[in-house]
């Protein structure tokens, strides 16, 4: 599909949720156009309820929407500010402090230690489906991966999975009517959401200071940071930040990987004749062409120049990863799906710097044995239709996927 200009320039509102809904060639065409002639374009704030202000400094002065690959590279190298609540937040030296902790849980060396755990719970998942010929690809399948290795990695029982797969479908979900449901009020029902999962951490904190398992919850609650123990807070909004980063955006990659072999059979039959291979390239492909996190923001802690823009102190700026990955100064072909692109600088996982994504590492592994599982098990598996897609500014977020494929029977 290729990009098509219908808005003109000062038509594109990116702070207007009807922008969201538009077909997504609409959308695309939007972003090349601001990348070439307003790459730094300033909007106005989004309406947003009174009780949620406090969480974007500076409410009402608007923000500059960064959509050129150059300048969010560059903005995401300063140590700026924010986001969520937890970690991702926080500015050094408490976030270097934070992140030296947990990351030793997810360096490649602990992830390839949980590499037979995610073959496992990736065979499981198309177990629990092969038999039928079809279901619904993110539901039953996308989801449930990222689900079970995180919830294992935290030490969250098998019991507690679908309510941290319902709460943090609803923590994501910018008011979608499937999760929130027309009535409901958005800001009880993200709070409810929040707070079920804060209960599930302290209650399983708890138990772990006493008998600490070789778990990432055990790490938190037994670990100081330079003498300074996290607070009880810090810890479930850390937590949140996980099983939310971690669900939604792999999910998320998974499901459109599927779309992009189902319409690029060409790529498809590459990456099968070769999994291990094209698994290489092709993972981050899927990253690059989905796009999972549409935007992270920052805010300027000091003035700064950026892009040639000179940027006050407490200024916002939203880095349009989507619009990054496919900038036509970096990417030849911006609008292929090309398993094999080499090189492929996407920063799908935002742009080197501080921030990061903690789970790149665990997300490239889960999509990759999925998609090397997939096509063992279920070979002709393709998706079904239109993908029934999540309304958000946000996550660029697929909610149903039908799939097809020849069942197979399961040995049990
Ligand atoms: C395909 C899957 C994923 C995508 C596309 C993705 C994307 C991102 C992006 C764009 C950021 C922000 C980077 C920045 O602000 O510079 C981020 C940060 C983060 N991600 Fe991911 N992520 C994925 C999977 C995961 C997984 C599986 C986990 C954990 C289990 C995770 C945990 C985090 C954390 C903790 C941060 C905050 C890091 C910090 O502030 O230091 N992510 N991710």
Redesign the pocket.
Known sequence: MEPRELLTLDQINLSDIEFWSRPWEEREGAFQMLRRERPMGHFEDPEIPPEMAFTVPNQGKGYYALTRHAHISEA?RQEMLEFFGS??NMDNPR?ARL?RIVSAA?NPRMIKSIEDRIEFVANDVINRVAEQGGCDFVVEVAARL?LEI?CDMMGIAAADYNTVFNASNVILSSGDPEYIPEGTDAMLAFMTAAQQLNMLMTELSDFRKGVPTDDVTSALVNTNVDGEALTASEIAAFFI??VV??NE??RN?ISHGLLAITHHPDQRALWQADPAGIAATGVDEV?RWGS??IW?RRTLGEDAVLGGEELKEGDRVILF?NSGNRDEDVFEDPYTFDVRRNPNPHI????A????????H??RQE?DVMFRQLFERVPDIESVGEPDRLLSPFINGIKHLDCKFTPVAVAR
């Open positions: 995401s970690m991702i976030h992140r997810f990222p995180i930040l996980l980063a971690g955006t792999t990659a990253v999972p996190v992270m990863y799908g996982f935002g742009a710097g501080p921030h990061f994504c903690l789970g790149a665990l997300a999509i």
